[in-house]
């Protein structure tokens, strides 16, 4: 694997060097001392015809001895594919730009923001996802994985000092990215799936113990193609992955949608070996649900063994959600029949979030449900204008998140006028105000 560390500069790089720069990231595994310098922005607009949210971005400049630190700051006009909370006050949301990615991150709740991006050499096809191409473990390591294209290898970033330098490793492969996560800033896992067809895919599972400069492969299922070099007690090449997360350096969850219905794979050996949760949906019970879906594991709170996963069962144009609670790290999981109503529309199978165990928020149409007793009852809280007005120019819903009982960010996109919003709320959802 080959290191290459991509340092901000201020100095204009000539069209030369930016093309022989080009070149030896294709070929980065092959290369040593690839310098990928990341350009600071000096537009007001990232990208005519994709704007919609507006962040005041602070230019810090690293000052000598007897200097104070100066700061510059303009707005920028973007717009936000997705975001994470790190904490109270700290918290990170990107998007693209020329198919470059572009990411900010907060000290202040959103008051200020700071330019972390790495070079626009690294192109994205599609919208980076958190937990699929972006992780952090706080604010100052991160990685950011992408998709090998066509013949290209899929490239790893990854930074230890909030962005300012970014350095560069590769998988050997150009597959699809399905999940990244890390328990540790050594120890991380990404999957990835290739030839997908008839409701199956190979499956890949690599793994870093030095924090994302080299990646060992310890997991691989291919179905009958390459058999003999699948790995004893892999994922299944059946299924689709729907999400991927580690809890701590040994314990994982993969969810899969096969034919139908979800299915949980967990692992207690870092990835090695994995198995299916037995007996974990009850299709007897779900007589009316057509496909039934397992979404994103969540682990949080005051300890990684509450877990959350939400099951979404859908009967043509409608779904139902309810949810799978477990407080031993997965050992053994709870369903719980949410008191919610069927949804319809652009945003159905958008699924409730939990902080911990017992409290949790849903999102239906403009309304906003809270719950402090795992989701066996839901209070409407009192609808914002705010964010009533916003979701009817904003109506795709692509993510809601809560931190603390209070402070809550979501952002809505219009994806007709690829437009997108950041709000916050600082008391537990009752109001909310744009970032």
């Known amino acids: 694997m080959t290191e290459v560390e991509i340092m901000k500069s201020h100095k204009h790089i000539c069209l030369t060097i930016a093309i022989i720069l080009g070149l ?24 005519p015809g994709e704007l919609g949210q507006t962040l005041n971005v602070v230019t810090v400049s690293t000052p000598s001895e007897d200097q104070k630190q100066e700061q510059e700051q303009y707005q920028i006009q973007t717009r936000l594919v997705d975001f994470h909370l790190l904490n109270e006050t700290t918290g990170l949301a990107w998007g693209l730009t020329r198919n470059s990615i572009r990411i900010y991150s907060t000290e202040d709740r959103g008051g200020s923001w700071v330019n972390m991006s790495p070079a626009e050499n690294v192109q994205f096809t599609s919208n980076p996802e958190y937990g699929t191409n972006v992780f952090f ?9 992408r998709n090998g294209q066509g013949t290209q290898e899929t490239v790893v970033l990854r930074t230890n000092n909030g962005g300012l330098h970014w350095k560069i490793s590769s998988l050997p492969k150009s597959d699809d990215i399905k999940g990244i996560s890390f328990s540790s800033v050594k120890r991380g896992w990404i999957l990835t799936t290739s030839d997908s067809s008839m409701g199956q895919e190979e499956k890949y599972l690599y793994r870093t113990d030095d924090g994302g400069a080299n990646w060992t492969k310890v997991m691989q299922n291919t179905g009958s193609r390459n058999a003999s070099k699948d790995t004893p007690f892999a994922i299944s090449n059946q299924g689709y992955v729907m999400d991927m997360s580690f809890v701590d350096s040994l314990n994982g969850f993969v969810t899969l949608q096969d034919e139908g219905t979800g299915t949980l794979y967990t692992t207690k050996d870092a990835g090695n070996s994995w198995v299916t949760v037995p007996n974990l949906i009850d299709r007897k019970k779900m007589a009316v649900c057509r496909t039934v879906t397992l979404g994103n594991s969540e682990f949080s709170g005051e300890s990684t063994n509450q877990g959350f996963i939400p099951l979404a069962c859908t009967d043509g144009d409608r779904t139902k959600l ?39 928020w849903y999102l239906q149409e403009s309304t906003i449900y809270h719950t402090i007793n795992q989701g066996n009852n839901w209070d409407a809280l009192p609808v914002s204008s705010t964010l ?3 979701i009817e120019t904003y109506p795709s819903v692509v993510k809601m998140e809560f931190i603390s009982s209070k402070l809550g960010w979501i952002l809505l996109e219009n994806t007709e006028n690829k437009r997108s919003l950041l709000l916050q709320t600082l008391d537990g959802g009752v109001s ?3 970032l």
Do not use: H
């Open 137 to 145: 473990i706080d604010k100052n390591n991160g990685w950011i994985v």
């Open 24 to 47: 030896l990231l294709t070929a980065c595994s092959k290369t040593n001392n690839v310098s990928l310098d990341a350009q600071p922005l000096q537009q007001a607009q990232e990208d």
């Open 432 to 434: 909310w105000k744009v």
């Open 322 to 360: 309810n949810g799978y609670f477990t407080s031993d790290k997965g050992v053994t999981w709870k369903f719980t029949p949410f008191d919610l109503n069927w949804s319809t529309g652009l945003n159905q199978m958008l699924s409730p979030i939990f902080l911990n165990r017992n409290e949790g």
């Open 388 to 390: 009533q007005e916003y």
